[in-house]
């Protein structure tokens, strides 16, 4: 059954970056066994949600997607850290795309919430062009094991679905810790090269054997 989102109005958020939490902080413990679960080689869950496209409010679907696409979720808009994540991705898009990846970025924050905080020049430069989902039902991160429940809020997590769609990379992130879009990319280069790939190994280099 796919999975079905409805925007609301921004609410107001603790600034991520302050608060540290731990598994054994979750409030819910059925939260867990999603968190911990292993995707990897599994179908990904059909999912639809609305989201920001460049200014615009869309629906965006998994059926859509006919090729390779990765989703990075961050916390909360309006915050410190997740904005330096949201650049570096917008940045690589292209990047992402020479190699037939489709990046968006999800949080649990509204599309209104998303546009407000996307329209400030100084945080975005070079503005959001890249689909940022609205998961304001927190269905589309409770079924990829985002969820962090006692804040209430995504953790820092990315999925990367081949073409088949299976899930062929899978990653989480406590709170306080900003990713590096530019590794994010590496590894799913390495991810798609078909070889096997040592560490640092790069687009063009040679395999480890």
Same mark, same amino acid.
């Given at each position: 059954?796919?999975?079905?989102?409805?925007?609301?109005? @921004?609410?107001?958020?603790?600034?991520?970056?302050?608060?540290?939490?731990?598994?054994?902080?979750?409030?819910? @413990?059925?939260?867990?066994? *999603?968190?911990?679960?292993? +995707?990897?080689?599994?179908?990904? @869950?059909?999912?639809?949600?609305?989201?920001?496209?460049? %200014?615009?409010?869309?629906?965006?679907? *998994?059926?859509?997607?006919?090729?390779?696409?990765?989703?990075?979720?961050?916390?909360?808009?309006?915050?410190?850290?997740?904005?330096?994540?949201?650049?570096?991705?917008?940045?690589?898009?292209?990047?992402?795309?020479?190699?037939?990846?489709?990046? +968006?970025?999800?949080?649990?924050?509204?599309?209104?919430?998303?546009?407000?905080?996307?329209?400030?020049?100084?945080?975005?430069?070079?503005?959001?062009?890249?689909?940022?989902?609205?998961?304001?039902?927190?269905?589309?991160?409770?079924?990829?094991?985002?969820?962090?429940?006692?804040?209430?809020?995504?953790?820092?997590?990315?999925?990367?679905?081949?073409?088949?769609?299976?899930?062929? +990379?899978?990653?989480?992130?406590? +709170?306080?810790?900003?990713?590096?879009?530019?590794?994010?990319?590496?590894?799913?280069?390495?991810?798609?090269?078909? %070889?096997?790939?040592?560490?640092?190994?790069?687009?063009?280099?040679?395999?480890?054997?």
């Amino acid at each position: 059954m796919a999975l079905d989102h409805a925007a609301s109005e @921004p609410n107001q958020y603790p600034p991520c970056g302050l608060v540290r939490t731990s598994a054994t902080r979750i409030q819910d @413990p059925r939260a867990l066994p *999603s968190v911990m679960d292993n +995707m990897i080689g599994k179908p990904a @869950p059909e999912w639809s949600a609305t989201a920001y496209v460049n %200014g615009e409010k869309k629906t965006i679907n *998994s059926s859509e997607q006919d090729g390779w696409y990765l989703i990075y979720w961050y916390p909360f808009d309006f915050t410190f850290i997740c904005p330096t994540e949201i650049v570096g991705f917008e940045a690589l898009q292209d990047d992402f795309a020479d190699d037939g990846i489709t990046v +968006m970025g999800c949080s649990l924050d509204s599309y209104h919430s998303h546009k407000a905080w996307f329209k400030d020049g100084e945080t975005f430069p070079e503005g959001v062009t890249h689909p940022v989902l609205a998961d304001t039902t927190h269905a589309l991160s409770r079924a990829f094991g985002m969820m962090n429940d006692g804040l209430g809020c995504s953790y820092r997590g990315c999925v990367l679905v081949d073409s088949d769609g299976l899930v062929q +990379m899978y990653s989480i992130n406590n +709170m306080d810790a900003g990713r590096s879009p530019a590794e994010v990319l590496r590894t799913a280069q390495a991810t798609m090269a078909g %070889g096997l790939c040592g560490a640092n190994w790069k687009k063009g280099d040679d395999y480890a054997a």
